[in-house]
Structures are given as C-alpha cells and as structure tokens.
C-alpha cells in the first residue's frame, strides 16, 4: 500500500498547521479512513483505531470543554501517547495549550481546518481511498469519450495513440498516453491517472512527442477518469472469429475487478476513432437498459413466431 504524508494532507485540504514544529514529511498515512476519539476521550481505548486520521468535531470539543482541567490532560495524554499519526480540528476550532504542548511532546501534528466535520470527514476519507488505493502500471491509453472512460490496448505500434489524436480533435479528452497508472477505489471503481513525467504528452511514430494540452487547449485533457470499457486493438486475423452480435459482454480483469472489454481487429481503412466513440455510447446504452442485439435477437425470435 502507497503511504501519504501529513504535508500532503495538509496541502490538499487546505488546512492550517498549529504544530510546525513538526515534521509532517516524514509522518506517513497509511489507512484510507478516518476516526472521531469520542470514545477515548471518554477514556475507552479497546479497539482503538489509531493509525487513521484522528478528527475532533464540535460534538468532542464541547465534551472537551465540560471536563475537569485534570482529567482533560489525562485523555489527551492517553489519546496523543497511542501514537497516532494526526489530530485534525474542524470548523476553524481551535486546540488548547495542553493539548499543543502535548501534540508537540509526542510529536503528533495538529491541524486545523474550517470545514464542517462531516465535510471534511468525507474529502479526508474520498482523496485518501484513491491515494492508498492498490495500484499497477500497464501499457495503454485513456480517453474519456462522451463521459466514458475507455482504456485502449494493444500491441506497440497498432494504432493506439493515432486513435486517441483523432478522438481529442473530434472533442474528447485525453487522459494519459503510453502508460496508465490504475488504481482500485473500490471493488466497482478503477481510477486511471498519467504519470506525472508523461502528462499530457502524447507519441506519434515519424513525428515524435506531441504536447496535448498546448495544442488542443485545455479541454482537451484530464487529469483521472474512470474506466468504464477497455478496447483491445489487435491485428486483423482472417482466420479469428470475432463477436458479429454482442448478446453476451465480454470482460477483462483488472486489479480484481471485471471491466467491460471489446477485441476489435485493425486493418486498413477502419475508422477507430468512429468505432470507440459507437462502443462508448453503445456501452452506454446497454448500462441504460437497452442492448441493440437483445432487441434484434427478439424481433427474429418473434418473426419467426408469427410465420408458424
């Protein structure tokens, strides 16, 4: 699992660090969920989930404000001594001067953010999942095609990177050209991202490398998208049947999760631009409720009935 640092955390979500004492470089995250210390501040630690971000709420500093001074540096102590990795307080809240000198005694950093609880919970948890998602590396490219995420593969040289120029000047985005870094949100969700090195750029044979985004403007990019299709580009094969109906969907496996795949044979004078856009919508169609072969499957199946 891919770790994220309390800098990242804190750049990302804007919020303000009242321990820079603290070097939050090298504290690094490595659960994707969060956890309000209620509990232990009440004094309860069994099956304290300390690795995760720790978020105190309006709820927890009210709590905090109603206990004795004594027993208030007890929890805090208790709650900052389990180690864990952050203390973040929300709606602009701040901590008091025991729990910063203790914050900085444990070297736990604490962070202060203006969004509601319950706002920051849910962005905390969102860019976490896809930051410490399981993550691979694969040869393709990823356009997003009327909203659709479709990942073409294929061998080196077949026409992959031709397909995705045709379909950013026919309005579509690019999303990363050569290599694809996908990563598993969930078990419905793959998220694909370019490298950082490699954004924007895309490779044509015989012209070289080809800037996207200052040529075709910025709408002609993204930085991440889902994969909703994968397409594999192959070498047309006369001898290789190929699906002529599509009752049944074909799938490829990624990261665990099955993803909608189509083969489609490449040969001279095939449009692949015009074939994915029509796999794109058809895909989306069939998500929608209606599948084009399942419709013609039972109109023949009721002409044949009537001529009985």
Sequence with gaps: ???????????????????????????????????????????FFDHFDKDRVQIIGYVEQEYIRQMAPERRREMY????????????YSRGQ??????????????????????????????????LKVK???????????????GEG????????????????????????????????????SDETLVGTAP???????????????????????ESVKDTQNINLVIKLEEWDKDKEYDRL?????????LGNQVVCHCIPVRPGRNLAVIVETASINHRQKMMGYNAAKELYRRVQENLTKGR
């Design 94 to 127: 701040m901590p008091d001067e025991d729990m910063l000198e203790l914050c900085n005694h444990y070297d736990v950093p604490c962070m202060v953010s203006d969004m509601s609880t319950s706002d920051l919970m849910a962005e905390v948890i969102r860019w």
């Design 246 to 254: 599509g009752l049944e969907d074909q799938y490829t496996e990624l």
């Design 1 to 43: 699992m891919y770790g994220v640092t309390i800098q990242e955390l804190i750049d990302k979500m804007k919020m303000k660090n009242v321990t820079p004492e603290i070097d939050v470089e090298k504290i690094v995250l490595t659960h994707p969920d969060v956890n309000r210390p209620a509990l232990q501040l009440a004094g």
């Design 77 to 88: 102590d208790k709650l900052l001594a389990e180690k864990i990795p952050c203390l973040v």
């Design 150 to 185: 479709v990942l073409i593969m294929g061998e080196s040289g077949i026409g992959k990177s031709e397909a995705a120029l045709e379909l950013i000047k026919r309005g579509h985005r690019l999303v990363t050209d050569d290599v694809v870094e996908i990563r598993k949100v």
């Design 196 to 218: 950082d090195i490699t954004k924007h750029f895309i490779e044509l044979r015989g012209i070289g490398i080809i800037d996207v985004k200052t040529l075709f403007g910025v």
């Design 132 to 146: 410490l998602a399981p993550c691979i590396t694969i040869h393709g490219v990823l356009v997003d095609v009327f």
